[in-house]
């Protein structure tokens, strides 16, 4: 049973998560007729490094985070970045945008120089997520649980992370057995995604490596996020 607190912790987070998004102006630029690997990969890196600044922003609303050592906060964004954005880049895919942003992005992400190899698994989860059909408590809270992961690189006190992060998966195992009645295993297929998640963040690294490789630039705070 979801008790009181639990239901106000999950408003906290779900309203955040709904309030920090990328700003429309940027998103639309997704919708420009320029449609070179050049012109996608300068798109994307500019969706990127603001969906960065969205995730710190959402990050100092999680009850709890900013608690935390200020280290290992930094650590658990650094280690979580990628992993939020293939979550939330996912909601684009599933929630089918009005705007027709769904079609553009995936063009985008297509033809923007990243090998086949990596496209495949990326498209994959992305069609995973969205036969999921979360709701928007499940998704705020999901990326919560994958922001709070104790065991990233360079995390000192990982029982503390630990304690926020069994905090946020009891009310999202509440939630989904709330919102799924009819399926008893939906949360452990939500935290098989995380694990799905984990891959893709490994793939990304290679990923950076060949855009680098062929000299492709990336912003200053996407340099710092992923020591490139
Ligand atoms: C640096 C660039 C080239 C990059 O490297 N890896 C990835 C990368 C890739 Cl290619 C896939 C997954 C994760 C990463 Cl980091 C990316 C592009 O990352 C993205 C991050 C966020 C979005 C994004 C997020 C939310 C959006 N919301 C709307 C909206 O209308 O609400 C519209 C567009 C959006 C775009 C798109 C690409």
Not at 18 to 37: E, G, M
Not at 80 to 99: D, H, I, T
Not at 102 to 113: A, D, F, Q, Y
């Amino acid at each position: 049973e979801i008790t009181k607190e639990q239901q106000a912790l999950m408003k906290i987070i779900t309203d955040a998560y709904n309030r920090h998004q990328i700003p429309q102006d940027v998103a639309k630029k997704l919708l420009q007729d320029q449609y070179s690997a050049e012109e996608n990969f300068l798109l994307l890196t500019e969706m990127a490094t603001s969906q960065v600044q969205v995730l710190v922003e959402f990050t100092k609303n999680i009850p709890g985070f900013l608690s935390l050592d200020r280290e290992d906060q930094i650590a658990l964004l650094k280690g979580s970045a990628v992993e939020a954005m293939f979550l939330r880049s996912a909601q684009v895919f599933s929630r089918k945008m009005p705007s027709g942003h769904t079609e553009v992005l995936e063009e985008r992400i297509r033809k923007s120089g990243i090998s086949e190899e990596f496209i495949t698994p990326m498209f994959n989860f992305y069609k995973s997520i969205g036969e999921l059909h979360m709701v928007q408590e499940e998704q705020a809270l999901l990326t919560t649980v994958t922001i709070l992961t104790p065991d990233r690189p360079y995390v000192k006190d990982q029982q503390a992370v630990e304690r926020l992060q069994e905090t946020m998966l009891d009310v999202l195992r509440k939630l989904c057995v709330l919102q799924h009645p009819q399926e008893p295993q939906y949360f452990a297929r939500l935290l098989g995604r995380l694990t799905e998640l984990r891959t893709l963040s490994h793939y990304h690294t290679e990923m950076l490596a060949s855009w680098r490789m062929n000299d492709h630039k990336f912003t200053p705070l996407l340099c710092e996020i992923w020591d490139v």
